[in-house]
C-alpha cells in the first residue's frame, strides 16, 4: 500500500472520530430536556410571570479535543506534501492550520441560540435564566420556575 493511501485512511479515521467526539459533547440547555442526573431529583419549584425575553447564544465550550484532532490530521496531510525540509514546514504548517481548524469547528458546534427569561416571582422576586428555546414564550405569560439540587435553574409553561 502506497505511503499517501495510509495517510487518507488514517486522515479518514481521526476526521471520523472527531466528528464523533464533537458530537457526543454537545449538551442540551432547553427547558423539555432533563440529563439522567436530573431525573427522579426533587426540584423547588416557584411561580411567576415573564416581564422580559431577549435573544441570546449559548458560547460552545473548547476542551481542546477539536485543536488536538484537527493538530493530528492536519499534521498528517502535511506529511504528505513535498520532501526534505519541505515536507517538515508543511507537516508543521499542516497541524498548525488543523488545531487552529479543530478548535473553531469543537466550538462552532457547540454554539446555540437561546433565549434569556426576566422573570418577576409571586413574591416580588425577580429572576433572570438563560436556557434553549425549545418553545413558545410571551411576555406577561405565567411560568414555572424549578430549581435543581444542583442549582440549575429552568423556565417551564
Given at each position: ?7 487518507a485512511?488514517?486522515i ?24 439522567q ?67 473553531a ?6 454554539t ?27 411576555i ?18
Amino acid at each position: 500500500m502506497k505511503t499517501y493511501h495510509k495517510s487518507a485512511i488514517l486522515i479518514s479515521v481521526v476526521a471520523i472520530s472527531a466528528a464523533l467526539l464533537l458530537c457526543g459533547c454537545v449538551q442540551s440547555r432547553s427547558g423539555q430536556v432533563y440529563s439522567q442526573g436530573q431525573a427522579q431529583r426533587s426540584m423547588h419549584v416557584y411561580y411567576g410571570t415573564i416581564i422580559e425575553l431577549r435573544e441570546v447564544t449559548i458560547e460552545g465550550t473548547n476542551s481542546g479535543a477539536g485543536a488536538v484532532l484537527g493538530g493530528i490530521a492536519g499534521g498528517v496531510l502535511g506529511s504528505t506534501i513535498g520532501s526534505g525540509r519541505g515536507r517538515t514546514l508543511a507537516t508543521v504548517g499542516g497541524a498548525l492550520a488543523g488545531a487552529a481548524g479543530g478548535a473553531a469547528i469543537e466550538k462552532g458546534s457547540g454554539t446555540r441560540s437561546a433565549i434569556e427569561f426576566t422573570v418577576e416571582l409571586d413574591d416580588g422576586r425577580i429572576m433572570a435564566i438563560v436556557q434553549e428555546d425549545g418553545a413558545y414564550y410571551r411576555i406577561g405569560d405565567r411560568v414555572r420556575l424549578l430549581q435543581g439540587g444542583d442549582g440549575s435553574w429552568r423556565v417551564r409553561q
